[in-house]
């Protein structure tokens, strides 16, 4: 019922084509058109962090993000840091240090944490809580989770 | 895995800090919750909501969403006439036929080949109301001549096609009542040498789970249903299906994916659920409907608002002697379980401290506001905010510390209280002890009161708050029990098929723990089976804290039959008999040297592939020894209790009213801790959204309407916000608990809100009785602006 709009980009190393409205958000088209369901739907108004994805080396609310500006970027999402060592740390320490508990906004802190250790390999732990404020999580109470970040950055050294 | 390894050493997991076992696949985004799921075919819905408050519905006109291309269906209540009502006390339809209670209430549905479509075709659906006068709040649904939000009889066809009234209609807006009392409220007032009185305000909050609600429904060729849905209630939510169906509830099954959090919200069906059904079961293709976040804050549940008066007495050698308590709580348009949270309510102000004389009355209020559900804590952190207050104020009046006055009055173990409940394993007072003591609560409290005078508009202030809460389970139900069936297959491989449901609390891990533990092998020769109506057996559902305790029980007993059965063949292969054997690292030993003797895969294949061909599979079904409570709410409805006490240390800005949470000191009696990492996650988290209740979140909700359904406007806590926390166990081995744990998953959220009016207290001489403590209520609070909350009088 809309007009569709051709896209090339780069998706977690891999060259991809899509079509999508204009409308639609980066979300969208990563869940629903590419059945990457890892990046999660939390509140589509870049409140809760669940969406966090990676675009030209920036963390960004999927949801904020129209899927037709994602031309020519490149994209990394939860699925695209399968096998890269800094996020393979990271869900290590996620899971050990308990910081997942129903796990729905998890891929999202993954997502903002492997952003945030590229930036600051041992971030304090004040910076830490601030490079997360933007994740909302309402099971574990953060602590777990930045003792998670700051166990990765340790174990990377 | 830490767990295998810690097993190859031949040391116990108990108590051990052992990752969630299905925390790979969630830090991976590999896990598929309900929203990820995507069955061929599928047709998405979409529901429309009441554009009004209060009205009488006088027409609905769907023929243009009809017409619209991409759309199957559009339904109102007229398409499914023989809808039955929903709810703990039926007063509520799915789809509502003649008039809207509540800006949430369901009006249409559309299923269609995609969300947008659906959306397109809600908003070409003409509905005309007639509007009727808002009852807004509890006060003026209570007054004389308020308008009735259930008046009328509800009226739907019975099984024989016959009009039947499923719901009577009121003379008045009380949806439910509670009362109870013990010993004399007369006698108690006249021992006291000081009483005290306030009035309390409790404000609306909601879950905000990560996940938004969602379902999806299908039927088969032979009219079985399938859904895949986040209840935390599978086998009751069977039983209430068919019955709205009219079907067999042998022909549905639940699968619950993984759940983006419940904290109580998916224990009751929701209008959405049964709507995806009809859609289903009219265009004969899978529905998938979910909500949007805005959708979720609107016409999800809530913690209700409690108004509560509460009077207290004690003498003058600090024993309490008598607690008063009324209370109104809102109900919103639809009884769910928010109303029957007095049930809980009651324990605490009955019996978390020895008080001989008490009597409770409570009343939930019809208004058309959004209805009232159960959240974590169950009442518990409305009438733990009240109880601690006065704690702290007759301590005060009589010139006691507050922790001794605490310790005056703590219940004690061996105690049956007045309601019945009897507490077999208490650490209260080492809860109260404990906390207090790695807070230096004692020390601060001085500290802070001699400095309520010195100039500086930073204040520094410490409060205890301490909590009574279920920890074996609630036998609110016919049975409370839970069901596992185990199999070990020929190389060893045991799996665990529970009847508990798992919702980010950690049970699978626990549960594995519980059975390794008996059957002497690794966490990772267990796979967890939990998901599937059809393949698990019953359990009552996921609340009440009650899953580590009773399903942990109920796979212990299955592992100790498989174990019986295993040693039972070594016995018999040995020439031995079984009680001088053992399981342990994979291996039968002998008990008594250690020496292995055969590796328990090795013994179970010889079982297997012999002449006698068996296998190794074994069931149990555990029932708590509890009691359903009678009329007067008396009996022991629970086989354990669980215990904690909270110091929280705060500053509060007196310039702009914000209060800060600095440090939460905890001790609370669990029992035993079973799983270190996962009893952590689940105190901190609880801390986390009592700091929210206290200080952050408030739904406010004007006329009947939400006025901020957005993180946004709605503040959950966030990472630079959270205090220190120190948590201490108490480690009582309760004689019924699986190797002596008690449940814990409520307990942490309950006291926090209650520790920092204390604290706000401590730190500035002002006795703050409403929540939330937002900057803009302290700032009022502080500077005698605000109007204290006020009991009502229509009451």
Avoid at chain 2, 345 to 373: F, K
Wanted: with cysteine.
């Amino acid at each position: 019922m809309s007009v569709s709009i051709d896209i090339s980009f780069k998706l977690n190393g891999v060259n991809v084509r899509t079509k999508v409205t204009p409308g639609m958000s980066a979300l969208e088209m990563l869940r629903d058109e590419l059945q990457l369901t890892g990046t999660k739907y939390g509140c589509g108004e870049g409140e809760c962090g669940a969406c966090t994805i990676n675009v030209d080396g920036q963390s960004l609310n999927s949801c904020l993000l129209f899927a037709a500006d994602c031309d020519g970027r490149e994209i990394v999402t939860i699925e695209g840091l399968a096998t890269d060592a800094r996020a393979e740390a990271l869900k290590k320490s996620f899971v050990n240090s308990g910081a997942v508990q129903c796990g729905f906004c998890t891929p999202g802190f993954v997502v903002q944490a492997w952003h945030m250790l590229g930036k600051t390999q041992h971030p304090t732990p004040d910076q830490i809580r601030r490079g997360i404020e933007g994740n909302l999580c309402r099971c574990t109470g953060y602590k777990k989770i930045v003792e998670a970040i700051a166990d990765a950055g340790a174990l990377l050294s | 895995m830490a767990g295998a390894e810690e097993t190859k050493t031949n040391d116990s997991l108990i108590g051990k800090r052992i990752p969630k076992m299905d925390a790979p696949e969630k830090a991976s985004g590999k896990t598929r919750y309900v929203h990820d799921i995507n069955l061929p075919g599928q047709l998405h819905a979409k529901i429309l909501r009441s554009s009004q408050v209060h009205a009488k519905i006088v027409s609905i006109d769907t023929s243009a969403a009809r017409a619209l291309p991409g759309v199957h269906a559009v339904i109102t209540g007229a398409d499914v006439p023989w809808q039955r009502p929903i709810g703990v006390a039926k007063d509520h339809l799915p789809l509502k036929t003649d008039r809207v209670r509540s800006p949430r209430d369901e009006i249409a549905a559309v299923a269609a080949e995609s969300e947008e479509i659906a959306a397109a075709a809600l908003k070409l659906i003409k509905v005309v109301y007639e509007p009727l006068p808002i009852v807004a709040t509890s006060e003026e649904s209570l007054k004389s001549g308020a308008t009735l939000v259930h008046g009328d009889d509800l009226i739907v066809p019975g099984p024989d096609g016959k009009p039947q009234v499923v719901h009577k209609g009121s003379k008045d807006n009380v949806a439910m009542t509670f009362d109870y009392g013990q010993g004399d409220i007369a006698k108690g007032e006249a021992d006291s040498d000081t009483v005290v009185e306030d009035v309390f305000w409790l404000h609306y909050v909601t879950h905000c789970c990560m996940g938004v609600s969602g379902v999806l429904a299908e039927f088969d060729a032979q009219e079985n249903l399938l859904l895949y849905s986040n209840t935390q209630v599978p086998f009751l939510h069977k039983r209430e299906f068919a019955e709205l169906m009219g079907m067999d509830p042998g022909r549905i099954r639940i699968i619950q994916p993984p759940i983006g959090g419940g904290f109580g919200s998916k224990l009751d069906i929701y209008p959405f659920e049964p709507i995806a059904i009809y859609l289903a079961k009219i265009t004969r293709r899978p529905i998938k409907l979910v909500f949007t976040r805005e959708e979720e804050f609107a016409a999800s549940p809530t913690r209700q608002p409690v108004l509560l008066k509460m009077r207290s007495g004690c003498n003058k050698d600090g024993k309490l002697t008598f607690r008063d308590v009324e209370t109104v709580h809102d109900n919103g348009a639809y009884t769910s379980w928010g109303a029957t949270t007095p049930f809980v309510m009651m324990q605490t102000i009955s019996s978390l401290y020895r008080v001989p004389n008490c009597r409770y009355r409570t009343r939930a209020i019809y208004t058309n506001n959004p209805y009232a559900g159960s959240f974590r804590g169950y009442g518990n952190l409305q009438a733990t905010f009240a109880v601690e207050a006065h704690m702290d104020k007759l301590a005060e009046a009589i010139g006691k510390d507050p922790l001794e006055f605490r310790l005056d009055n703590a219940q004690e173990p061996g105690e049956v209280t007045p309601q019945g409940m009897h507490f077999k394993s208490c650490g209260f007072k080492n809860c109260l002890k404990t906390a207090a003591e790695h807070s230096d609560y004692q020390e601060k409290f001085r500290t802070s009161i001699s400095k309520w005078n010195n100039g500086n508009p930073i204040k520094r202030g410490v409060g205890m708050a301490s909590m009574l809460h279920v920890g074996g389970g609630a036998k609110i139900y016919q049975s409370d029990g839970c069901g596992t069936i185990i199999k070990i297959d020929d190389f060893a491989h045991v799996t665990l098929i529970t009847g508990a449901s798992e919702i980010g609390q950690g049970s699978e891990t626990v549960l594995a723990q519980l059975a390794c533990e008996e059957l002497g092998l690794p966490l990772s020769a267990v796979t967890v089976v939990n998901s599937d109506t059809d393949i698990k057996p019953w359990d009552v559902g996921v609340h009440a804290s009650r899953t580590t305790f009773i399903a942990g029980n109920s796979a212990i007993g299955a592992a100790r039959k498989a174990k019986a059965k295993i040693l039972a063949t070594a016995a018999a292969k040995f020439n031995v008999e079984p009680d001088t054997l053992n399981l342990r690292a994979g291996c039968v030993i002998e008990k008594a040297s250690g020496k292995k003797l055969i590796e328990i895969d090795k013994l179970i294949r010889s079982l297997h592939f012999s002449d006698k061909a068996e296998l190794v599979m074994t069931t149990h079904y555990y029932e708590p020894p509890s009691q359903k409570q009678d009329k007067a709410f008396r009996g022991d409805v629970s086989a354990a209790y669980a215990w904690a006490t909270q110091v929280v240390e705060i500053e509060v800005d007196t310039d702009t009213g914000i209060v800060k949470l600095l440090k939460v000191t905890g001790a609370h009696d669990v029992g035993r801790v079973i799983n270190r990492l996962g009893i952590e996650g689940q105190i901190e988290g609880g801390v986390v959204m009592g700091q929210g209740y206290a200080l952050t979140e408030n739904l406010i909700v004007e006329n009947g309407v939400v006025r901020n359904p957005n993180f946004r406007d709605y503040k959950l806590v966030t990472a630079p916000e959270i205090p220190e926390i120190d948590i201490s166990f108490i480690e009582t081995m309760d004689g019924e608990g699986p190797q002596g744990a008690k449940g814990v998953g409520e307990a942490p959220a309950i006291c926090v809100a209650a520790a920092v009016a204390n604290a706000i207290y401590n730190a500035t001489g002002v006795r703050i009785t409403a929540l939330p403590f937002t900057p803009e209520n302290v700032y009022r609070a502080l500077r005698s602006n605000a109007q204290p909350p006020t009991w009502i009088a229509a009451a």
